[in-house]
């Protein structure tokens, strides 16, 4: 019996990165001889251990045949027979195919290494093509890496979104595949990919519209909405944002896919007609709430949140109620944030002001501190108590606007 690290902590450690977990293969192994030394089975779909001590996934070499489309239509092959270099052949990526021995040893039967040096992204062999969860991986990972695709692993994945693998991947895959992406140094990368080999036209076609649409004449003419969606999504990742503020940014403009951008009037229009494709994708990918909830106030409100410095003390706080930030001051926040990446996701525009966020957060601040239980106290009627609740929040904004133009 022969055991090997593989896969990431191999390829992570080549990179000079963190190594979080490492993933082991045993060669020459039954499970009955795991199970004597003391390992745990966790796996389901084939034949996964835990260590006893250290608690790290041992599995036993295994070989993969494809039955069915989709990523759950394998049979799997484990037996003490298969060799380590068989095992490696079923990985996606050669970056991912290596191997280190207990004495620090690189087992590199399908060049990762050279690959790894060249910043490339290639498929093993043409077994890529029967998962169709590693186009995702692969766009992740370009995202991560800021690796190329090679030219013959770009035009597997086209074939692949052709013959309809991309349509039987299931929501919960892709939601998790996505949701990694976006939390990637530099998401954009992984739906540059995606768009390209066509698998987010069927995967998430409400951002995939997005190109080809012009932005407005008055705001930056030169890229379509499109580039503008990944640039924001890009400047949200160099501030370090939460996934639902990432979320936020990718998905603010979906509106603008559905009415050219040289008709729209200064109003709300495309925000609006956003909620619509935005509700669709939210509901198709199961998204998690907060992000999905974070998703909708982003692109119904964040064409007023820019006109900040315009708004009436009353549009203020019917802008406060509508997001809730009273009651959820977090995540109004994390709204600014989407906005203010919305503004500087522009070619040049990275280092622009943007004071419309700490000007609504202190108007904020200002409602938040009117006494609502001492108003109440105060109300001979209560009928008479929201009102004058709101009368007293409406002079506090007042007062913070005339004391941040002062």
């Given at each position: ?129 029967e998962d169709p969860v590693r186009i995702l991986r ?85 890229i379509d909405c499109g580039i503008h969606t990944l ?176």
């Amino acid at each position: 019996m022969q055991c090997y690290i593989v896969g990431g902590a191999v390829r992570d450690r080549l990179l000079g990165r963190p190594v979080k977990d490492r993933d082991w293969v045993v060669v020459g192994a039954t499970p009955e001889a795991l199970l004597a030394q003391g390992f745990r089975p966790v796996g389901r779909d084939f034949p996964v251990f835990l260590h006893p001590h250290s608690h790290e996934e041992y599995a036993l070499a295994r070989t993969e045949r494809k039955t069915g489309k989709g990523y759950h239509g394998f049979v799997c092959h484990a037996a003490p027979d298969v060799t380590l270099e068989e095992d490696l052949a079923r990985r996606d990526l050669t970056i991912n195919a290596m191997a280190q021995t207990a004495d620090g040893d690189i087992i590199d039967p399908y060049h990762g290494q050279d690959d790894l040096r060249a910043g490339v992204l290639r498929h093993v062999s043409l077994a890529f093509a029967e998962d169709p969860v590693r186009i995702l991986r692969l766009a992740r990972f370009a995202a991560r890496y800021g690796f190329t695709v090679a030219d013959d692993t770009r035009a597997l994945m086209r074939q692949m979104v052709a013959n309809g693998e991309a349509d039987a991947l299931v929501a919960e895959r892709v939601w998790q595949e996505l949701a990694k992406g976006l939390m990637e140094t530099t998401p954009s990368a992984m739906f540059t990919v995606l768009r390209d080999c066509g698998a987010l036209a069927r995967i998430a076609p409400e951002i995939d519209a997005l190109w080809g649409v012009p932005q407005r004449a008055d705001y930056h003419p030169e890229i379509d909405c499109g580039i503008h969606t990944l640039l924001v999504l890009d400047y949200a990742a160099q501030e370090n944002q939460p996934l639902p503020v990432r979320f936020a940014a990718l998905t603010h403009d979906l509106g603008k896919a559905l009415t050219p951008a040289e008709v729209l009037p200064r109003h709300l229009m495309h925000e609006q007609r956003g909620l619509a494709p935005l509700k669709a994708l939210c509901e198709r990918l199961r998204v998690p709430v907060e992000c999905r909830e974070l998703a909708l106030l982003m692109c119904a409100e964040h064409t007023l949140v820019h006109r900040a410095a315009e708004l009436r003390a009353d549009t203020v706080l019917k802008l406060f109620k509508r997001t809730d930030a009273l009651r959820r001051p977090a995540r109004f926040a994390q709204l600014l944030a989407a906005c203010r990446a919305d503004a500087r996701g522009r070619t040049g525009f990275a280092d622009c002001a943007y004071p419309q966020a700490e000007y609504l957060a202190s108007l904020l601040a200002a409602a938040q501190a009117v006494n609502a239980g001492e108003i109440a106290r105060g109300c001979p009627q209560p009928g008479e108590i929201a009102l004058a609740v709101d009368t007293a929040r409406v002079a506090a904004i007042e007062a913070g606007k005339r004391a941040w133009q002062a």
